[in-house]
């Protein structure tokens, strides 16, 4: 979003105070004080003053629009059939904004505040408010259908911003008419995937405060009603999220893309531009997607459902600037088994989304690693108790396995498993996909509601994977149905009891991320009644057993391993754990003869990676030091590459007086990017003295 001009003309008077000294609400000026102070004003020299920008909007009502600040305020109002043709004009915009709406509302929690929408022309074509607040403000013409356009309505946040194409803030007696001078206006302009101006979103309120949290909140929000409005508007076309830093991909920050077929851009956000370093969509509209980043379009895709739709990495065009990206087909191509990895569609909430409820339950299964055993049984014993359990782990190590073994050997083995994963969803979708809501409650919304998956899981398990992606404004009413056990949905008034048993998991540092102050401190402690650390594949000692029984499932039982293939599968890192082992046996039995036979050559990919050296120690003053004896396995070595790699960061690390925080921003990386770097490359923070 641009800049909001804070300029202000003259000052407006202090607030009185009470004897205590607190803050009372402002003296209001007489309708001659307010004329005589903009009349003064603007007589004064603001015409010449270009870098104000109330200055300039009370100079075009006096010459341009010939108001005057004492006239009654009677802005225009629409005919009921002018009012519907308008708002059927933009349906789409209200379909994607109504939800949008009421959850910034609720977030203001303001009684005294209203959300707006409107037109081009300044018509309000929705408004979200409390009955008592819309009641005070319909005499002065705010309400649906009134045109508040700045030659109607004088400087106001929704007029003021048509005309600035720009975030306003118009604070009590910045409003050109002195009725208005009670309130307070913050207004941003929303955009249609071509770059054009679609609407003004504006929040109008009594507060007697400064409005720059709600000029971000309004930010925030439509940034969420353009990303909408751009798959709704494209259905057919390909979805293309990208960000130079992976932590910001399916955020409000990311870029996106809609492409065609041949992969020229048809539409995209404001973000893709910024990303792009580009200025208006003209220059992106019509470039096909080889000019933009080193990549065809179908080449991403299809590295997008072999990673299950994790971000991969590309290069801008030039070679210049490094991306994270997912592309993924139109939503008409999904198959239903393969929409898990996916962000649902923004227009309605998908049947299923990232929700998945376990078969009935059997008999738990078992571990031949004898540490995962171990694990498992102390899991049970603490959920058991009704103790939350938070899993680590690599990713795909087999957290959400873990997960469904806890919940076949707990006392709610009877009760559902319903997974939800939290990095999957967009942010405008968490809060209805977990807490559900009531018929009608948003446009788009299912005609019968929808429970949600809290209350799916009621006497049985909710599995939140990748807790560490759930929004901070989503983590405060999670952690108020965890501790209440109970859950109101979206548009309804009353509560509901819910008694289920909870597991989460995440591969990020949640620790860290709390000392960061990027998760609730509180929620963590909520979360982690007991924490299990999963061990990766390659340091399991059931991966014969492992291997056996995952190729019998994939081929019937009719598939066998040469010695040499079984060597290469039990000896291999497996960097990508027991996801990477069932794909590399899938590629396997695809290229294996009609007998089933997995030989070396069937395994080209893993023969083609270096064999793993000898075993090094991870403590970063001795490379050489042996294994542990007590039991732990050995981290594997790392290669010719990756041992440089490791010594230049050590040196910075040195350099930095080992200040994680500025090595990070030396590299310019997150924090928890190079967390993961060091554990890669096993340099362990606790370095001696």
Partial sequence: MSSTTTHRLPAAAPASTDPGGASATPRVRTSGEHADRILCAV????????????????????????????????????????????QQRLADVLDCARHEMATLHQQLADDESAVVLTDTDGVILHMVASP??????????????????????????????????????????????????????????????????????????????????????????????????LESRHPEAHLLHFHSRPEFIHTLHEGRLALDDRGAVVAGNRSALFQLGLRSMGELRGRRLEELLHARLADLVDRGRRSAFHPVVSYGAQGQSRFFVVARPPAAELEAGEAGGLVPRARALPPRAEARRAPPAGPAP?????????????????????????????????????????????????????????????????????????????????????????????????????????????????????????????????????????????????????????????????????????????????KRELIDAMLALESGAKASLAADARALLEGHRWPGNVRQLRHALRAALALAGDDGRIEVEHLGRLRAEPAPLAPASVHVDNPATPPATDGTPARPALNPIQRKEREGLLQLLEDHRWNVSNVAKALDVSRNTLYRKLHKLQIALSHPA
């Avoid at 309120?205 to 720059?212: E, V």
Wanted: hydrophobic share 40%.
């Fill in 366 to 542: 078992s571990f031949g690693d004898a540490r995962l055993a171990r694990l498992l049984a102390q899991s049970s014993r603490a959920i058991a108790r009704d103790i939350p359990v938070l899993l680590h782990g690599e990713t795909g190590s087999g957290k959400e396995v873990f997960a469904r073994a806890l919940h076949a050997a707990s006392p709610k083995a009877a009760g559902g498993f319903v997974a939800v994963n939290c990095a999957s969803l967009p942010e405008s979708l968490i809060e209805a996909e977990l807490f559900g809501y009531r018929a009608g409650a948003f446009t788009g919304a299912l005609r019968s509601g929808r429970r949600g998956k809290v209350l799916e899981a009621d006497r049985g398990t909710l599995f939140l994977d990748e807790i560490g992606d759930m929004p901070l404004a989503l983590q405060a009413r999670l952690l108020r149905v965890l501790d209440e056990r109970r859950v109101t949905p979206l548009g309804a008034e009353e509560t509901i009891d819910v008694d289920f048993q909870l597991v989460s998991a995440s591969h990020r540092p949640l620790a860290q991320m709390v000392a960061d102050g990027r998760f609730r401190e509180d929620l963590y402690y909520r979360l982690c009644g007991f924490e299990v650390d999963l061990p990766a594949l390659r340091d399991r000692t059931d």
């Fill in 43 to 86: 007589r004064e020299g603001a015409r010449g003053r270009e870098d104000d920008l109330m200055a300039r909007s009370w100079t075009r009502c006096l010459d341009e629009y010939r108001l005057h600040p004492d006239r009654p305020l009677r802005p225009s109002v629409l005919s009921a059939a002018e009012l519907a043709q308008r």
């Fill in 132 to 229: 008592e607040f819309a009641g005070a403000v319909t005499p002065l013409g705010f309400h649906v259908g009134a045109v508040w356009s700045e030659a109607e309505a004088g400087t106001n946040g929704m007029g003021t911003c048509l005309v600035a194409a720009s975030p306003v803030a118009v604070r009590r007696e910045d409003h050109f008419f002195t009725q208005l001078t009670s309130l307070t206006c913050s207004a941003v302009p929303v955009y249609d995937p071509q770059g054009r101006m679609t609407a003004v979103l504006d929040v109008t309120s009594r507060s007697s405060l400064q409005q720059q949290h709600s000029l971000v909140l309004l930010g925030m929000t439509a940034q969420m009603i353009e990303n909408r409005l």
